[in-house]
């Protein structure tokens, strides 16, 4: 999708890259922004102070025990897919927003996330217009745009640098609005109310895409949802009395797979509107539930040698979740090899299946329009992937 001139700026761009010595640089992105939810929070969640312990396990033992080998706030037992995108893109790991210390422009020159644990797209008064609370936190992805909007100054005084700081970075929209779903779904809304939801938070992120891009951006990856019926917590929690409810080949629960991908498809038809409206941005669907179903397809292929529905963390059961005993809890029990499993928590992947995810969707053929065209350096990867099968 790129015109032949931006090629020529992106190549001018690396050979300068290169001679100014820069350590993190590879003539693509120089930067990632990032919204979302727990499936990107790389820390927010732990400097959030209204946050209760109890409804954020990932702030204790044994999360994060994989990689960073302590609790950083991610959901899972080692590195997110935006870490593996920022090793690709030979960037540090992108800080939260929320840290400790001052913000300043050193720090967010990389990027920045204002993803959080726990966040939905809709924000809360509109949450609360469909009967919906979310008692995790007020976090949306109105409040994570107004942050961003109050960041901006911190990285530049200056309008045009803000603007092409924007413009340069990869900006990741997401996963959002996989909780929009979650929340009343807990509360017992069936599958048929929560299709009425969907364009709600489609339009939802579309505004936040629009708004951007007004702001400069050029290139947006923006996720999917999940097989969230393949995941160990709705499994257990939305049980299915006939054989015919799941899907023989996986054991997922086939109704939420396909809700899944209704809320994909829609979202899919609101980017090609806004591609129609903007044909100089990049605007790439992030295909998060094939990439995904992969590995609930088959397993073994990726080293999953203990199935994929049953979590590595939990409190016991068929799928290894118990919502009362989560992963965490004092009588929570954790896998010796998070590697070979898909779940981490029951809710939320190991860094093993987030890997493999990473892999398929920047290197392999699970985004619209295939990543690799529009950034050949970073598909060919070398850092942190190499290592491991
Ligand atoms: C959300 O906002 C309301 C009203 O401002 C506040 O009372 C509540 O504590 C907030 N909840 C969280 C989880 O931050
Ligand atoms: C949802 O249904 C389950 C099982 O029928 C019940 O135990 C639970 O209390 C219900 N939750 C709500 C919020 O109604
Ligand atoms: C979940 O754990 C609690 C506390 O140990 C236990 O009472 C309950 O029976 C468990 N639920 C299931 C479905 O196993």
């Known amino acids: 999708m790129a015109s032949s001139s931006s090629n020529i700026f992106s190549f001018v761009g690396f050979i300068m890259m290169l001679w100014s010595g820069s350590l993190y640089a590879n003539g693509c992105y120089t930067s990632i922004i990032s919204f979302g939810d727990s499936i990107a929070d790389t820390g927010n969640v732990k400097h959030l102070g209204s946050i209760t312990n109890e409804a954020f396990p990932s702030l204790f033992p044994p999360?994060?025990?994989?990689?960073?080998?302590?609790?950083?706030g991610r959901c899972s037992d080692g590195r997110l897919i935006i870490d593996f995108l920022a090793e690709s893109l030979e960037l540090p790991f992108i800080p939260p927003y929320m840290h400790e210390g001052s913000a300043n422009m050193e720090k967010f020159k990389h990027g920045v996330n204002f993803a959080v644990a726990g966040s939905t797209a809709m924000?809360?008064?509109?949450?609360a217009a469909e009967g919906i609370q979310n008692a995790a936190t007020n976090a949306?992805?109105?409040?994570?745009?107004?942050?961003?909007?109050h960041s901006l100054p911190l990285i530049s005084g200056n309008a045009l640098d803000r603007r092409n700081y924007i413009g340069q970075s990869l900006i990741l929209m997401g996963e959002i609005g996989g909780?929009?779903?979650?929340?009343p779904m807990r509360d017992n809304k069936s599958i048929e109310?929560?299709?009425?939801?969907?364009?709600?938070?489609v339009n939802t992120i579309a505004l936040a895409i629009n708004e951007l891009i007004e702001m400069g951006a050029q290139t947006l990856v923006v996720p999917g949802n999940f097989p969230i019926g393949c995941s160990p917590a709705h499994l257990t929690v939305m049980q299915g009395s006939e054989d015919e409810e799941y899907d023989p080949t996986t054991g997922c629960l086939v109704r939420l797979n396909q809700f899944a991908e209704y809320h994909n498809q829609m979202l899919q038809t609101k980017l090609n509107q806004i591609?129609?409206?903007?044909?100089d941005v990049n605007i790439i669907y992030a295909d998060y539930y094939n990439a995904a179903?992969?590995?609930y397809r088959f397993p073994n292929k990726f080293g999953f040698t203990n199935g994929a529905l049953k979590a590595c963390c939990g409190g016991g059961g068929l799928y290894n979740y118990n919502s009362t005993v989560t992963c965490g809890h004092e009588s929570a029990t954790v896998c010796d090899e998070p590697d070979r499993y898909v779940s981490w928590d029951g809710v939320h992947l190991t860094e093993a299946a987030y890997k493999v995810i990473f892999k398929g969707l920047f290197q392999g053929p699970y985004t619209t329009p295939a990543y690799s065209s529009l950034c050949p350096a970073s598909s060919q990867m070398r850092v942190g992937l190499s290592s491991s099968s």
């Open 63 to 72: 999360y994060g025990q994989t990689f960073f080998h302590e609790p950083t």
């Open 123 to 127: 924000n809360s008064q509109h949450l």
């Open 140 to 149: 949306s992805l109105e409040v994570e745009l107004q942050w961003f909007k």
């Open 179 to 183: 909780n929009d779903y979650n929340i």
């Open 193 to 201: 109310d929560m299709e009425l939801f969907v364009p709600l938070v």
């Open 275 to 279: 591609r129609e409206f903007h044909p």
């Open 293 to 295: 179903m992969q590995f």
